[in-house]
């Protein structure tokens, strides 16, 4: 794959570089010659609690004057103490509020997608009972995205993280019950993989839902440099291009073993695309 390609097409998220500074991060993009970003909300990072309109138009002047952009904005709301599905109402509706101040972030920070979790019930109760809790909050963040104009993807998750929506039938049935036009998905390959699913899964049933995908090999999970796993991703990306995708990818490499070297995992990444066939 060309250079061109991968710098129109990829995005990388920045909670991979969470043990450096944020000017890092940036440092070695521009080393690599990427200027997408998907925006963690870490406050190593970016202080959402301290995000006034004063701090993000620092933040967006900084990231402007050196030529990178936000194309999704990723909020720490996948763990405690936030939990859209939880039994505990007043969990939910902080869960609900963290979401809406995070909404309004991205809006004023020009992020076009905001990336949301389902949240996760408690295991011993049914089903059903979390999933519209889950339901719930998420038709409240919805609305106001809708007010901001924000578009939000919806990840699904693994049982590592929450038993909720761990597959595309369970990610559609959510979507099709939000029924708002600011809901969408987020597509994990990662985690599509751990499930044995395949794209098609998810574009046959949420094709104009994906708002973004997120990319990086596993064994069959994981979030690993590319060659570090198992997972066919050249022929994953042709299967996104037949299928018509043309939004953002972006690369979600993470895992513990690359905490002091995130530079050097993501130069692993973009090696290992060049050598796929245009």
Known sequence: ?????????????????????????LDSLRKLGLYKIDLWGGVQHFDPYEADSAYIRQFKKTLKEQGFEIVCYTP??????????????????????????????????????????????????PYEESFE???????????????????????????????LLTSAEHVARMAKAVDKSEFGVALDLGQMSVFGEAIDSYFDRLDEKI??????????GGHLAFGDGILPLEALYKRLAEREYRGTITLEINDGRYNKAPHEALTQCLEAMEAWEN
């Open 76 to 125: 720490e709301i996948l763990g405690y103490p936030y939990n859209f599905a939880s039994r505990y109402r007043k969990v939910r509706e902080a869960s609900v509020e963290y979401a809406g101040k995070n909404i309004r972030i991205a809006a004023e920070l020009g992020a076009p997608v905001m990336l949301i979790s389902p949240g996760w019930g408690v295991w011993d109760y």
């Open 133 to 163: 809790y889950s339901l719930d909050s998420m038709q409240k963040t919805a609305e106001e995205a809708g007010r901001f104009g924000i578009r939000l993807a919806l990840e699904h998750l693994t049982p590592q993280s929450s038993n």
């Open 211 to 220: 708002r973004i995908v997120h990319m990086m090999d596993g064994a069959p």
């Open 1 to 25: 794959m060309k250079k061109e390609e991968i710098r129109s097409r990829f995005a990388v998220m920045n909670n991979a570089y969470g043990s450096y500074s944020f000017r890092y991060f």
